[in-house]
């Protein structure tokens, strides 16, 4: 059974919680993540769920107090944004390293300096190198079902690791929804009983957490560390099929948009794919051959799936909503241009910087992408190969 | 019944920070964690450490010293850290997944705690976790190479206030750190020295015994940073009490106590001139210098006994 609801992104996470019920959530507030936690703060409150909250005094203190929590051994989830994520940047690296499930949206918002409140993706990005899984949603739809899809993901023994769902800060985070929501027994059922995995808290048989590691045994706990991430593409699609019986509704490593017999495609994460596709839509009634790839799990990035998707593309744009300051690239471009530099055959890629701070991204962007795309796809010429789009001049 | 805090009663129980640790000879924390886990005898104990001396020789790569669960995490969170694994224990206490009545206890240096931990514990005390926060503090931060800490007594010769020839030591003061946590109206605050061990031992029976936050500091010293003989531990944590440079006192619930007098006020420089990182003030002209820690100390103490006049009850005050 599924009820039919207009909601907002955070309201749907919110609910999400709600319905799982973690057993401990330590959070702090910040733009735009708030909505989320005060909205569960109000079930603790009122008795609707059986979490412990703690309402630390940081972020860092907030993802200190989850490793802690997670280390004694039950479900543990927070949430945050931009400068809160980088306030735990330190931790974010301890709670994978612990191998300790935790879940954490990220609600995405621009890094400071200038301070802004609105979306763009500087800051999962920022952490996409701390061990921690990411997953990337479109939609509050995606944002819930995904919030859903990670606790079970993140508990998986095959891999016990932590995970991050992003979705767009006000953009998805404040806009109301057509969502459908599942009925509470359905969701516990779904993620099921937290299996504990030596907890802190089993005192007949002692544990110490966070050793000292030094020259003699660092380098082969890491390769064993890194060693998990292989198993996550196939825990996650496992999980996406179990979670297609209960919803219908199907999840891959990423989703291709009438990407198979394209000549021209645009890479594109979270809200902006939904405008993207729209213009798609547009150009295939044209008779233009384009599509889109729309990357789901983003750590760990699935390289040789998503160069296979893409190699029989003429051009590739990899728009990016997050710059790599000091000349290089957006972070998503290196990635997509990474899964595609061993192949004989592969397209010719741009990189677009687009809708940094919460500057829109309009349908004209996307047709502008197209039409260079085109251009290039005709010529094989690239006026540049990095530009950012939609600035004022 | 709880175990009497007597030698005899004492030495029958486990030591739960076992030897082969790696702590350097002379080193008066691993005394500290004994002596706190032995006063916590009578319960299962989960402990946390920030990174720090403690941490990196207690728990290395396949060996640990703790026979209790124990966790760090990294330095300026262990307050945080322990307030997560408490509220877990919480959690499934109520969900009756739990049964046992387990204590929560934080043993963290001064750089961990005064320093760049202060915000976490101050948080951690503030929002009321049922856990006991002790500082091991030995005046700087001794892991990384004896670097001057908010703990760092005045004058003191450290690497990075190096006494030179324009600048002796530290310039500043010390933090309060004890009274600073005893205004966060805690239950329970106090601070201690292994140099009196039944003291010691009974305020940590107390804290672990007063449900809610709880702080102790804990004097610790540090042979190698304080330029002190490896024998000399125990020695120096007595002369820190009888000089009143370190007082023994408790707050318990707004109430003042100190709870060792000592019988003939010893002046500073016994304490001084037994630790190399104060030679410099022996040196011809400094005198002064030496008069100055003088009078912070006779300050500190006379405060003291004045917060104690006014804060305990008049009964108790007449004993």
Request: aromatic share 8%; proline share 5%; glycine share 8%.
């Amino acid at each position: 059974m599924t009820k039919i609801v207009a909601v907002t992104g955070n309201e749907a996470v919110a609910n999400a919680f709600r319905q799982i019920e973690p057993d401990v959530c330590a959070a702090y507030p910040i733009t735009p993540q708030t909505e989320l936690m005060q909205r569960f703060a109000s079930f603790v409150s009122n008795g609707q769920v059986k979490t412990e909250l703690i309402l630390v005094e940081s972020e860092h203190s907030a993802m200190s107090a989850c490793i802690g929590a997670a280390a004694a051994g039950g479900r543990v989830a927070t949430a945050t944004s931009s400068q809160g994520l980088a306030l735990m940047w330190e931790t974010l690296f301890i709670a994978s390293g612990f191998r300790l499930p935790i879940v954490m949206p990220v609600v995405n918002r621009a890094l400071s300096s200038p301070i802004n409140i609105h979306c763009d993706h500087s800051d999962a990005m920022g952490a996409r190198d701390s061990g921690w899984i990411q997953l990337w949603s479109e939609n509050a739809q995606e944002a819930y079902d995904n919030t859903i899809q990670a606790f079970r993901i993140a508990e998986d023994m095959d891999i016990r690791l932590p995970v991050m769902v992003c979705y767009d800060g006000f953009i998805i985070s404040h806009s109301i929804e057509r969502i459908e929501y599942f009925d509470d027994e359905i969701v516990k059922k779904f993620v099921g009983e937290y299996k504990p995995l030596y907890p802190l808290l089993d005192i007949e048989n002692p544990k110490s957490f966070g050793p000292l590691i030094l020259t003699d045994l660092y380098h082969e706990v890491r390769k064993a560390h890194s060693e998990v991430y292989k198993n996550v593409p196939k825990v996650v699609l496992k999980v996406a099929k179990d979670f297609e019986k209960i919803s219908g509704r199907k999840y891959g490593l990423f989703e291709s948009y009438m990407l198979e017999d394209a000549e021209i495609g645009i890479v594109i994460l979270n809200s902006a794919a939904g405008t993207t596709k729209d213009v798609i839509d547009d150009y295939r009634n044209k008779g233009v051959k384009v599509g889109l790839l729309k990357p789901r799990l983003f750590r760990p990035f699935p390289y040789a799936e998503i160069g296979n998707a893409l190699k029989h593309l003429k051009a590739l744009c990899v728009l990016d909503r997050a710059d790599a300051f000091g000349g290089s690239f957006g972070p998503l471009y290196l990635d997509v241009a990474a899964s595609l530099c061993n192949f004989d055959q592969k397209p010719i890629l741009i990189n677009r910087i687009y809708g940094l701070g919460g500057r829109d991204y309009m349908p004209e962007h996307a047709a502008g992408v197209i039409e260079e795309l085109r251009k290039i796809a005709k010529t094989g010429k690239v006026k540049s190969l990095k530009e950012y789009i939609g600035v004022r001049e | 019944m709880a175990t009497p805090l007597n030698l005899k009663e004492l030495s029958k129980k486990e030591i739960r920070f076992t030897a082969g640790h790696r702590l350097c000879a002379g080193c008066a924390a691993p005394t500290v964690v004994k002596m706190i886990l032995l006063a916590a005898c009578d319960y299962p104990v989960i402990a946390a450490s920030s990174t720090g001396c403690l941490e990196v020789s207690s728990c290395i790569s396949t060996f640990t010293a703790w026979k209790i669960p124990w966790i760090h995490n990294a330095f300026e969170n262990a307050a945080a850290t322990l307030s997560g694994v408490q509220t877990m224990y919480k959690a499934l206490k109520k969900q009756g997944k739990i049964d046992k009545d387990i204590k929560f206890i934080a043993i963290c240096g001064d750089g961990g705690t005064y320093d760049i931990g202060f915000q976490s514990l101050s948080g951690a005390m503030e929002r009321g976790h049922d856990m006991l926060y002790v500082c091991y503090d030995n005046g700087a931060y001794m892991n990384t190479g004896i670097q001057r800490s908010g703990a760092t007594p005045t004058y003191a010769d450290t690497t990075t206030c190096p006494a030179g020839a324009v600048i002796p030591g530290k310039p500043q003061q010390r933090k309060d750190l004890t009274r600073i946590m005893a205004v966060h109206g805690l239950p329970y605050v106090a601070q201690a020295s292994p140099s009196h061990w039944p003291d010691l031992m009974k305020k940590v029976r107390k804290a672990i015994e007063t449900p809610g936050p709880k702080f102790i500091n804990i004097f610790t010293p540090c042979n190698r940073g304080w330029r002190s003989r490896t024998d000399d531990a125990i020695m120096l944590s007595r002369l820190a009490v009888e000089t009143c440079f370190w007082p023994l006192y408790e707050v318990e619930n707004g109430v003042t106590r100190v709870t060792v007098k000592p019988k003939e006020k010893k002046p500073i420089i016994d304490f001084l001139k037994a630790q190399g990182r104060f030679k410099h003030l022996f040196e011809p002209g400094r005198e002064k210098m030496i008069e100055q820690i003088q009078d912070i100390i006779d300050k500190n103490w006379e405060r003291l006994l004045k917060e104690e006049e006014m804060t305990l009850p008049k009964e108790e005050g007449n004993k």
